[in-house]
Structures are given as structure tokens and as C-alpha cells.
């Protein structure tokens, strides 16, 4: 994971670098419009692609046992404010759940992990025009698990609610990511990104600006 985000760093910076020098002679010049600057807010929403739940999910469908599996999100919603033109300073909420269920001689039991994540940010970005917006990402997430299972039996059903249960508990760590955002309009632009986040190694999403 260190080595992905270490590699998508490095190569942000080189194809901005590059970039900003083609185009403006060897240093960007602010006054062509950027991408993000001091006063700049975005509202982001972002889907996880790849969930810190899916090889477990694997192990999960490859017993004979198992009814099915399956995870949503993590789903995210962020908000950032430009502090100068470069930097920036947000908070960002997570949720995301997994479910899976196996029956075993006549008794049924259907599982679910549900985790919210709370993630503050500090962000510096590397703004190449008004369209391309090159960022990293670095703060603390704190995350807030709950966990419950059903056992349905031909005598009835039994449920157990847990929060913060020792499979899945409360954890303060470290966040960290790299993405560009590119800017269909003034307001309206997608990103994806890569590195340690909130329960997904990467993030795809839309972000509005205003």
C-alpha cells in the first residue's frame, strides 16, 4: 500500500511539473485560472473500489456453506476549504457495510459489519490550469464499528446488536492519499484516488465547487 501511494505521488508531481513547464515556460503563473485556490470550497461524494472487506468476502463465497456475500462502499462525503492557494484543510464521513449469511443443517445465520469513519485532512495541491487539480492528502481517521448477527432456527429467530464488537473495533489511524481532479466545468469536476483512506485502498467520485 506504501509503495502504491508512493508511486502515484511521484508520479503527480512529475507529470504536473512537466506539464506546468510546457505550458507556461517553466512556472505556472496564477491569473490563467486554477484549479483550486485560497477560498475554494468542494463538496465531494466518493465510492470506494476496492473495500479493506473484500478478500475476507472472497473467503467468505469460497465455503460451501455460504449463502452469499457482498459489501457497499465505503460511501463518502467530503468537504475542503482552500486555506491559501495551494493549501487546504477538511473533514471527510464514511460508511460502509458487509453482509454475508451461510445455512448449516436447517439453521440459518446472516452477519453484518457496519463502520462509520470520521477522517480530518490537511491537503496540498499542485493546480496545473483551471481543470487539472493534482492533490495529496494526509490527517487521522477515527472509525466507529458495529457489528450484528441473526440466527434463525425452525424454533425462531435470535439477533445480536454489538457495537464497537471486538471483530471489528473502534480504531484512531493514520489516512493518507494521492488523486487529481479534473474539471468537466467551473463547478463540476471527477477525481480518483489512491493510498491509505478510510477502509478502501482506492476512491473514485464528483465534486462540486463553489
Same mark, same amino acid.
Given at each position: %500500500? !506504501?509503495? #502504491?501511494? +508512493?508511486?502515484?505521488? $511521484? ?8 506539464? &506546468?513547464?510546457? /505550458?507556461?515556460?517553466?512556472?505556472? /503563473? ?11 470550497? $468542494? ?7 476496492? @473495500?479493506?472487506? @473484500? *478478500? =475476507? ?16 462502499? *465505503? ?16 473533514? %471527510? #464521513?464514511? =460508511?460502509?457495510?458487509? /453482509? ?17 469513519? $470520521?477522517?480530518?485532512?490537511?491537503? =496540498? ?5 483551471? !481543470?487539472?487539480? *493534482?492533490?495529496?492528502? &494526509?490527517?487521522?481517521?477515527?472509525? /466507529?464499528?458495529?457489528?450484528?448477527? !441473526? ?8 439477533? +445480536?446488536?454489538? #457495537? ?7 480504531? $484512531? ?18 477525481? &480518483? ?15 462540486? !465547487?463553489?
Amino acid at each position: %500500500m !506504501k509503495k #502504491l501511494f +508512493t508511486i502515484l505521488l $511521484l508520479s503527480i508531481v512529475s507529470i504536473t511539473t512537466t506539464y &506546468a513547464g510546457g /505550458r507556461y515556460g517553466g512556472g505556472y /503563473r496564477r491569473g490563467g485560472g486554477a484549479a483550486f485556490e485560497q477560498g475554494t470550497n $468542494l463538496v465531494s461524494l466518493s465510492y470506494g473500489i476496492y @473495500s479493506i472487506y @473484500s *478478500p =475476507y468476502g472472497t473467503y467468505v463465497n469460497s465455503l460451501s456453506l455460504t449463502d452469499g456475500a457482498s459489501n457497499i462502499g *465505503p460511501l463518502g462525503l467530503t468537504f475542503e476549504h482552500g486555506i491559501t492557494d495551494n493549501f487546504g484543510a477538511g473533514a %471527510m #464521513l464514511n =460508511y460502509s457495510t458487509y /453482509r454475508y449469511s451461510y445455512t448449516f443443517f436447517g439453521t440459518t445465520v446472516k452477519t453484518a459489519f457496519n463502520t462509520t469513519y $470520521l477522517t480530518g485532512f490537511g491537503s =496540498y495541491h499542485i493546480s496545473v490550469n483551471d !481543470k487539472i487539480d *493534482p492533490y495529496v492528502q &494526509a490527517g487521522a481517521t477515527f472509525g /466507529r464499528s458495529g457489528y450484528s448477527q !441473526k440466527v434463525i432456527t425452525a424454533q425462531g429467530t435470535t439477533s +445480536t446488536n454489538t #457495537l464497537g464488537s471486538s471483530f471489528n473495533p473502534t480504531v $484512531l489511524t493514520f489516512y493518507g492519499v494521492a488523486g487529481c481532479r479534473f474539471y468537466v466545468n467551473e463547478q463540476f469536476g471527477l477525481f &480518483a484516488q489512491a493510498g491509505y483512506g478510510a477502509s478502501s485502498a482506492a476512491s473514485v467520485g464528483a465534486t462540486i !465547487k463553489f
